[in-house]
């Protein structure tokens, strides 16, 4: 079933100077399950076991088709945010929000997440 893509956030190993202060750690597996359009940052490597997820709140924009469709995507993603720019739950189709509101780091529940051995 297709289905639209959210704005890809940035993938860090745990140990980077980079990564958002406050977040909580995941198994690599898992960011990569949930967040399968997330951009790798340049210390995210294969050997990477532990993953902290950075959301980014980029600039309003109009869609802008990339090369880059999966095959459950709705249409290729977006050459900007690597999202679909659909009209799912929590999307918006030009201005996107930060997940950071006076500081604070949202966190996803990845607990109800289904590994792929």
Known sequence: MRHDYEPAVVVHSADCDDAPASTLVYP???AADAYPNGRPHRCFHRR???AVIEHVEYEAHAYVPSTIR???ATRPLCRVCRGT???GPGMMSTVLTS???GGAVRTVDLGALR???
């Open 85 to 87: 720019h659909g009209p």
């Open 48 to 50: 990477t076991a532990r």
């Open 99 to 101: 997940a950071r509101d």
């Open 28 to 30: 690599a597996r898992a």
């Open 115 to 117: 590994l792929r051995g």
């Open 70 to 72: 999966p095959d459950d």
